[in-house]
């Protein structure tokens, strides 16, 4: 069983989809709630999201200042796991930070798209059926008008024009909120938000949803 790293965006949520496929068996997704959070999502509506998926959360408050400490205490505590999934794609930093933690706790690191080229990603995640919101971007790179706007190819030749700005965001460009796609049995209809600014970033507010859950067959 896995457990698999959780923030409501499209590559962690891709990445988890992409180890299921290739035969990982979820046990848990887990999210951590820090106080810098850079998606603006609320961690109620993160877990009603994960709950779509039928996959169980475990979400946890952790600091900055020792969310390392923090994150290996959280994954202590989950039974009989053989590793966890993370959706990092190219930073190096990142990828030496998760494999020497899980390394310290006895479990494998899995980067299932780790590598892949960022535009092919882009399409697969579209292609395969998942629909996301952008909910933050910096003010220097993403326009306020494109906060709140769908994920797809239009996103992506906006991004596209703008050197230097990697289509999947992995700098911290922006961030995304997935609401539906082949791993959920429904979908989020966001109904009302508002566009608001601080340091330096835009984050979409949330301020109404409705939920469309599947019928069972």
Request: aromatic share 10%; charged share 25%.
């Amino acid at each position: 069983m896995y457990l698999s790293s959780w923030s409501g965006g499209k590559d962690s949520c891709f990445a988890c989809y992409s180890a299921i496929r290739q035969g990982s068996e979820m046990s848990h997704l887990v999210h951590f709630v820090r106080e810098d959070n850079l998606h603006g999502v609320s961690a109620e509506l993160i877990k009603l999201q994960a709950g779509l998926s039928g996959i169980n959360m475990v979400q946890r408050d952790v600091s900055s200042d020792n969310f390392e400490s923090d994150f290996k205490n959280t994954i202590k505590n989950i039974r009989n796991i053989k590793g966890m999934v993370f959706g990092d794609i190219y930073l190096e930093e990142h990828r030496s930070w998760v494999e020497r933690v899980c390394g310290e706790l006895g479990i494998k690191a899995l980067l299932p798209i780790w590598g892949i080229d960022t535009e092919r990603l882009m399409n697969d995640f579209i292609n395969e059926g998942f629909e996301a919101v952008v909910v933050s971007g910096k003010q220097e790179v993403i326009d306020k008008e494109w906060i709140g706007h769908k994920v797809d190819k239009h996103f992506m030749e906006y991004l596209n024009k703008k050197p230097g700005v990697d289509v999947c965001g992995e700098n911290g460009e922006y961030h995304t909120f997935v609401v539906g796609g082949p791993l959920f049995k429904g979908k989020i209809d966001i109904t009302k938000t508002q566009v608001t600014g601080r340091d330096g970033r835009w984050f979409l507010n949330i301020k109404g949803f409705s939920v469309r859950v599947e019928p069972t067959m």
